[in-house]
């Protein structure tokens, strides 16, 4: 198996403009999960999904952030309007069972001026 | 909420120097505690998960053991490609199925 697959692997971006984030999970992996890490605050949670259902999102910071699944083997982060601030490393991971810990992706590093 | 908290944030040994990084969690109720290894420019790497207080496992020169209130993690005479940060997180019996992670111990093992 390739593993979680993002891309793009660096997206530099004017403030303002739309972001788009990818994500192919692993096969068979009913759990996918989308995580911003920075500097300052780690590895935060922002949204996971079951069975292509969102199922928690209380982790998106703003209405600027949108995610979808529409099938069980693709996953979008958009940022509209991006903003200076969203700079940060985004990473995918998927699980067949969180109880058995999570694969991550090589993630996405975002870089909004 | 939940709350996991590493220590210390940077160590820097020489190589074969042991030592133990440490992990303090506050959860409502523990379903597994997690330890991963990143590299720069990588996703985290699954190392391993631990249930319930007095586990433990092994993997080459490490070893994580786990109490009601920390987890550990033991690095035995270690080698310059240990070198990475070390995340722990937990799964918690919130309902969520979420980790949360701390966030890290920087390890620099010198030659």
């Known amino acids: 198996d390739a593993g979680v697959i993002q891309s793009p692997r660096h997206e530099v971006t004017e403030m303002g403009q739309e972001v788009t984030l990818r994500c192919k999970p692993i096969?068979?992996?009913?759990?996918l999960f989308w995580y911003r890490q920075t500097m300052m605050r780690g590895l935060e949670l922002l949204i996971y999904?079951?069975?292509?259902?969102?199922?928690?999102d209380s982790g998106m910071p703003e209405d600027r952030f949108s995610a979808k699944m529409p099938n069980a083997s693709f996953s979008t982060l958009k940022i509209q309007p991006s903003e200076p601030r969203d700079s940060a490393v985004y990473f995918c991971?998927?699980?067949?069972?969180?109880?058995?810990?999570?694969?991550f992706g090589s993630g996405t590093r975002l870089t909004v001026v | 909420e939940d709350q996991v908290t590493q220590s210390p944030e940077a160590l820097r040994l020489q190589e074969g120097e042991s030592s133990s990084l440490n992990c303090s969690y506050t959860?409502?109720?523990?379903?597994?505690l997690f330890w991963y290894r990143q590299d720069p420019g990588k996703g985290p790497e699954f190392l391993f998960t631990?249930?319930?207080a007095g586990e433990e496992k092994e993997k080459e020169r490490l070893k994580a053991t786990l109490t009601k209130k920390e987890s550990f993690l033991h690095i035995t005479a270690p080698k310059p490609e240990d070198s990475a940060t070390y995340l722990c997180?937990?799964?918690?019996?919130?309902?969520?199925?979420?980790?949360?992670f701390g966030k890290g111990t920087h390890l620099i093992i010198q030659p």
């Open positions: 991971a998927s699980s067949f069972s969180p109880s058995y810990g999570y694969t």
């Open positions: 096969s068979g992996h009913d759990y």
């Open positions: 999904f079951n069975n292509n259902v969102p199922i928690d």
């Open positions: 959860v409502s109720g523990l379903r597994g």
């Open positions: 631990l249930y319930s």
């Open positions: 997180a937990v799964h918690s019996g919130g309902g969520a199925d979420g980790l949360t």
